[in-house]
């Protein structure tokens, strides 16, 4: 079975700051990663994709990528209140292609 | 982008009936779709795998005779809650695959409540 691991938290980081968010898989053969934002009682929604080492980055967020330790974390700059919620790591299956989600960061961003 | 239409976005039914959500592709063709199921507090379940013209795939411990799956065009699905229970209460998400590459979107989601 194919996994993947966040922390669970909850991650409490005052406003301003930079939250880290991270995530490993166990398969060594994937090539794409998504992390997703939900908010309590609402759907996921896509906050970055990656898929090559290195960074990504997209104005506050930036996605980092490490094949080599199978590892792939978020940053997020400034973060604000609106920004707590919780942090979905997903990796899709290659056969099939359905999504392994990590079972989520909640992230608490304090005024 | 990429729209999925979820409904009902909240559903409340006596508990023996059957609940039906519905998962519309508004301006793409979903070759396939997820369904998930995500309790409090815990993450995404998937529950089984549907593509177009063909039976779902369930996940281990999904019962295909509870939780019935149609996928009968490229631009709708549904999952059919038979004899519902309490225990069935959740929210229920939708996921399509769009052709080409054109990745996961999302429905909004539907919160079942089982009385």
């Known amino acids: 079975q194919k996994e993947v691991e966040q922390n669970s938290g909850p991650l409490s980081v005052p406003e301003g700051a930079i939250a880290s968010l991270n995530c490993t898989y166990s398969d060594r053969g994937s090539q794409s990663f998504f992390w997703y934002r939900q908010y309590s009682g609402k759907s996921p929604e896509l906050i970055m994709s990656i898929y090559s080492n290195g960074d990504k980055e997209d104005g506050r967020f930036t996605a980092q990528l490490n094949k080599a330790s199978q590892y792939v974390s978020l940053l997020i700059r400034d973060s604000q209140p609106s920004d707590s919620a919780t942090y979905l790591c997903?990796?899709?299956?290659?056969?099939?292609?359905?999504?392994?989600f990590g079972q989520g960061t909640e992230l608490s961003v304090k005024p | 982008g990429a729209v999925v239409s979820q409904h009902p976005s909240r559903v409340i039914c006596k508990s023996g009936t059957s609940v039906k959500i519905e998962c519309r592709s508004l301006d793409f063709q979903a070759t396939t779709m997820f369904w998930y199921r995500q309790f409090p507090k815990q993450s995404l379940m998937l529950m089984a795998t549907s593509n177009e013209g063909s039976k779902a795939t369930y996940e281990q411990g999904v019962e295909k005779d509870k939780f019935l799956i149609n996928h009968a065009s490229l631009t709708l699905s549904t999952l059919t809650v038979t004899s519902a229970h309490p225990e069935d209460s959740s929210f229920y998400i939708c996921?399509?695959?769009?052709?080409?590459?054109?990745?996961?979107?999302f429905g909004s989601g539907t919160r079942l409540t089982v009385v």
């Open positions: 997903a990796v899709p299956d290659n056969q099939g292609g359905k999504l392994i």
């Open positions: 996921s399509a695959l769009g052709q080409g590459g054109s990745g996961y979107t």
